[in-house]
Each structure stands twice: as C-alpha cells, then as structure tokens.
C-alpha cells in the first residue's frame, strides 16, 4: 500500500512563504515524477509543478520565478517552497505520484494567504 502524506500548509500574509513536503511510503522505489497541484474552491485542481527523478522541472506560469519543487530521492519526498505568496495562490495543494498503472495523492494541505 503506497501513502503519500503532506505536511507544511497554513495561513500566510502576501509576500510571505511557506514550505510544503510530501513523503511517499510503502510499495513504492524510484518514482521518476513527482508533483504538486492545487485546487482553489468552485476550480479545477491544476498543475504546479513537477519534477522528475533527474531534477528536471516544469512550473505553472502563475508560480514561476516564486515556487521552487525540489526532492530527495533517498527520502522519496518533494518539497515546494512558496515564496510571494499573493491571495490567488489559496488553495489545496495536493502530492501527486504517477507510478506504474497507479496514481497516487496525498489528502491536501490547505495553504490560505490573507491579511
């Protein structure tokens, strides 16, 4: 059984930043994607980044230049650190994992920027 489980989301002022981590255990090994998504209430979930086992990345165009995805393999963890964060950035962010014919989520961490 492969659980993908989150931490790191809260309340933040614009401007500020927060770090997201997701840890993915169980049947799990050498998962070559690793992703994050969101979903903002009444929206579709949509991408926010993804990064391979290589390093590789690949940013939505609202969060480039101000969200950074990074992992560590050993750990089979990935991290997302927000930084600038503005009030359209509220949402659920969700841990993504494609693996073989299964694609696995975390449960969401709620990330809400307000003054």
């Known amino acids: 059984q492969v659980q993908l489980v989150e931490s790191g989301g809260g309340l933040v002022q614009p401007g500020g930043s927060l770090r997201l981590s997701c840890a993915a255990s169980g049947s799990i090994y050498n998962t070559y994607i690793m992703g994050w998504y969101r979903q903002a209430p009444g929206k579709q979930r949509e991408l926010v980044a993804t990064i391979t086992r290589g390093g590789t990345t690949n940013y939505a165009d609202s969060v480039k230049g101000r969200f950074t995805i990074s992992r560590d393999n050993t750990k089979n963890t990935v991290y997302l650190q927000m930084n600038s964060l503005k009030p359209e950035d509220t949402a659920v962010y969700y841990c993504?994992?494609?693996?073989?014919?299964?694609?696995?989520w975390g449960q969401g961490t709620q990330v809400t920027v307000s003054s």
């Open positions: 993504n994992v494609p693996y073989f014919t299964e694609n696995y």
